[in-house]
Each structure stands twice: as structure tokens, then as C-alpha cells.
């Protein structure tokens, strides 16, 4: 395959992978980022790499791979493994990239290569295996959003006092709702809607809940007062919803009132069958779920445990999301641990950074 065939090979290649960040360096080095695993998994397959089991990569430093290349003395396939360690901490997930044979009109229908220590070596000269890596890393990023603000003087003054990043979620109705929002907005903090949702244990929404028994028209009314009622706010996020964010049509109800006022919306997923994300993306709002939720339990231990998981997660996928919630315990680990995030190598950011508009193909970024 000549200089030019395979640049075309990959042109269309790329096309079809939408979710496949390229960095300008590629052109010269054939050097690619993959930003998350591509969909298109009959062009190249990365979930060897993702299913590795947790257990069998070592805990400090954190291993990527297995990446195979091609060895060209010995014409043999050789696994290796890159690694993120504390000098390099952000190593994009590498990958081969497999080019299609020319031969084939159509790069989708290409089989994938499941087994490539099996390939034999004709094949790969149809098959080109390349291993990229980033010349120009990018620093993870994580961001976090306080939720169940608005019931206490103490929480509202201590998330306040937390760097400018962290964005906070009020509950609509509450005796500082009002007051968080204000000054929230004041100090340019990006403030949400914590729209209270139901759940599946039938525990108490407080004022403002939403229902799954709720009309169009009832749910809409509710929403609309719960928004009107804070001032500054630019998205919104579920509170509970176990329940009400697996319902298709209450929540197509949602994102339309939140899409009249263009305001983002974060799942806080706590249902693994929630459609709240796909419904936004769908409504093209923009939008992005929680990945870590800091204090399910409330011991500074543990508490460090899911920050920890925070960093990994944003290094292994660029960006992260964590929820926390206006604990004391919670908020004083915040408080001595974001200005020490230099050492770790990852910034803390607005949460704006992280929402991404849905792809043509809707499949939004994470
Ligand atoms: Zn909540």
C-alpha cells in the first residue's frame, strides 16, 4: 500500500469514527489520540483493552494496554503495555489502528481483528497495525457539582467558600434556595436546578418533586416553578429519580422545558436504567453524567477513596464528574484537598468544560 492509499484508507477511516480525536501531529508521525472508544467496532476493536478485569491491573502505576504493534525485524505481533505513572500523568488510551484492506470498498464491513496474536502475517500487510501516541498531552480535567444545597445556612456557607469551579445545585423551595443562588450568581458559580424526581423507595421529594403519576402538563407546571424560582441558574441535575429518570415520556417532558431555556442538564444517574443523558442528548441539550459520587459514605477515608477513583477515571478517559453533597466531612476534605491538585497533575474546571453537544450520530462525548 503506498503514501497515498494508506492516507486515504485512514481519511475514510476517520469518517466513520466520530467519536476519533485526531492531534495535529498525526499527518507527520501518524500519531493519534483516541479521545473514548470508537463505536465502530468492525473498523477496529477496543474492548479488549477496556474489559480488562480491574483486578489483574496493578493499583499504582496504572497500566493501559495490552497495545500490540507490529514488530518489523521479526515480523511478529508483540503485546506491550504503556503506563501512566507520576511523571507522565496523562497518557491518552492507545490503540492500534487497523487499516483497511484496499480491497474493500467499504471500510465498515472490514472484519475486526479479535485475535491479532493469531493473525497470520499475510494478513498484516493488508492490515497495517500502527501504535499512536500523544505528543501534546492534555491535563485531565475533573469537575464537581455540590447537590442538595438550600436546607442549611452552614452547607450554603461552606460550599461557597469552595474554589469557583465547583458548581452547586439547589433543591427548589428551600429555606436558603433563594439565598445560594444569589450569591452563588454573584460570585459567577454555575448554579443548577436540583430537580427533586422520584424514586423507587418512596422516600419524601420535599417541595417541587416530580412524578412519574404527573401529567405533561402537571410535571411541566411543576418544573417551570422549581426554575422561576432560582435566580441565575443554567442547568439542572436530578435529585433521587431513581424511578422518574427511567420513564421515556417524563423525561422527553423535562429536557423540552429545560430546552425552551437553554439550560444544560447533568444526570446524576442514580439508576443504572436512567435515560435522563440519552433523552438530553436527544433534545440536543447539552449534557453529561455523573461518573463518581464522593460521600455515599461519610468518613474522610472514604471520601478520599472515590476522589482517588475521581483522578483515575479522569485520567483514563480525559474528564470526570463528581457529585458531593454539603457534609462537613465533605466539605472540609474539599476544602485542603482542590488546592492541592497541582501534585496530581489534573485541573479542576468549570463544569461548562465537560458538557458536550451531541454528535451528529448521537453519541455525546462520555
Ligand atoms: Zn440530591
Redesign the pocket.
Known amino acids: 500500500m503506498d503514501a497515498g492509499a494508506k492516507l486515504a484508507s485512514l481519511l475514510i477511516f476517520c469518517l466513520f469514527s466520530n467519536t476519533l480525536f485526531m492531534s495535529s501531529a498525526w499527518a507527520a508521525d501518524n500519531y493519534v489520540t483516541l479521545e473514548q472508544p470508537p463505536k465502530t467496532e468492525a473498523v477496529f476493536d477496543l474492548s479488549e483493552y477496556l474489559a480488562l478485569p480491574e483486578q489483574t491491573m496493578p493499583e499504582k502505576p496504572e497500566w493501559l494496554g495490552p497495545v500490540i504493534s507490529v514488530m518489523p525485524e521479526s515480523k511478529s505481533l508483540e503485546k506491550t503495555y504503556p503506563m501512566i505513572d507520576s511523571e507522565h500523568t496523562w497518557q491518552p488510551i492507545i490503540a492500534p489502528i487497523l487499516l483497511a484492506p484496499e480491497s474493500v470498498p467499504n471500510v465498515l464491513s472490514t472484519p475486526a481483528l479479535t485475535e491479532p496474536d493469531k493473525v497470520s502475517l499475510d494478513k498484516i500487510d493488508l492490515m497495517a497495525t500502527k501504535k499512536f501516541v500523544d505528543e501534546h498531552p492534555k491535563p485531565p480535567k475533573i469537575a464537581i457539582l455540590i ?2 444545597l438550600g436546607y442549611n445556612r452552614r452547607g450554603m456557607e461552606a460550599s461557597l467558600a469552595l474554589p469557583i469551579e465547583v458548581a452547586l ?1 439547589i ?1 427548589p423551595e428551600t429555606p436558603y434556595a433563594h439565598q445560594t443562588a444569589t450569591r452563588a450568581q454573584a460570585q459567577l458559580r454555575t448554579t443548577l436546578l ?1 430537580a ?1 424526581m422520584e424514586n423507587q423507595r418512596e422516600l419524601k421529594l420535599g417541595p417541587g418533586g416530580l412524578y412519574a403519576k404527573m401529567s405533561e402538563q402537571e410535571l411541566k407546571a411543576v418544573l417551570i416553578k422549581d426554575l422561576e424560582g432560582l435566580p441565575g441558574i443554567q442547568g439542572a441535575n ?3 429519580g431513581s424511578l422518574l429518570t427511567t420513564k421515556p415520556e417524563s423525561m422527553k417532558w423535562v429536557m423540552e422545558v429545560l430546552k425552551e431555556r437553554a439550560l444544560f442538564f447533568i444526570d ?1 444517574l442514580t439508576s443504572p436504567d436512567s435515560v435522563a443523558e440519552k433523552t438530553a442528548q436527544e433534545y440536543g441539550l447539552k449534557t453529561v453524567r455523573r461518573d463518581v459520587f464522593l460521600d455515599n459514605i461519610r468518613t474522610e477515608k472514604a471520601i478520599d477513596r472515590q476522589f482517588s477513583r475521581l483522578l483515575k477515571l479522569a485520567r483514563r478517559h480525559g474528564s470526570a464528574l463528581a457529585i458531593g ?1 454539603p457534609y462537613p466531612e465533605t466539605m472540609s476534605y474539599l476544602q485542603h484537598r482542590l488546592v492541592n491538585l497541582q501534585q496530581d497533575g489534573v485541573h479542576l474546571v468549570a463544569l461548562s468544560e465537560l458538557l458536550a453537544l451531541p454528535t451528529p450520530s448521537g453519541t455525546a462525548k462520555k
Do not use: G
Open positions: 447537590d442538595d445545585a433543591l436540583h427533586p436530578n435529585h433521587m446524576s453533597h
